[in-house]
């Protein structure tokens, strides 16, 4: 089992930047891939980051490369994954969930509960 804890949600006004964390930790050694996800209300989910483990490599969706970062630490036995979210737009609003896939897994296998992101106009 991979237990998944995210933070840094909040709210912002259009142009600011917040961080977001996650650290997942259990049977990490199992996890090829990590993930930052949303939903927006009204759409459907969208994977805006994802970065291999170890390697890391992240790659974004169309709707936030340039502005969003993720980063990736490998501990001993705790991933993390950030994600430095600059230049907000009231579209990123919706809640963001970091996810872990096991190797040899085609889906996500494991899901955080979620950070609140709200960006103002």
């Known amino acids: 089992q991979v237990q998944l804890v995210e933070s840094g949600g909040g709210s912002v006004q259009a142009g600011g930047s917040l961080r977001l964390s996650c650290a997942a930790s259990?049977?990490?050694?199992?996890?090829?891939?990590m993930s930052w996800f949303r939903q927006i209300p009204g759409k459907d989910p969208e994977r805006v980051a994802l970065?291999?483990?170890?390697?890391?490599?992240?790659?974004?969706s169309d709707s936030v490369k340039g502005r969003f970062t993720a980063s990736q630490i490998v501990g001993d036995k705790t991933l993390f994954l950030h994600l430095q979210m600059n230049s907000l737009e009231p579209g990123d609003s919706g809640s963001y969930y970091c996810?872990?896939?096991?190797?040899?897994?085609?889906?996500?296998?494991?899901w955080g509960q979620g950070t609140r992101v709200t960006v103002s106009s």
């Open positions: 996810t872990t896939r096991r190797c040899g897994s085609p889906a996500d296998t494991d």
């Open positions: 970065a291999s483990v170890p390697r890391g490599d992240p790659t974004y």
């Open positions: 259990g049977t990490t050694y199992s996890v090829c891939y």
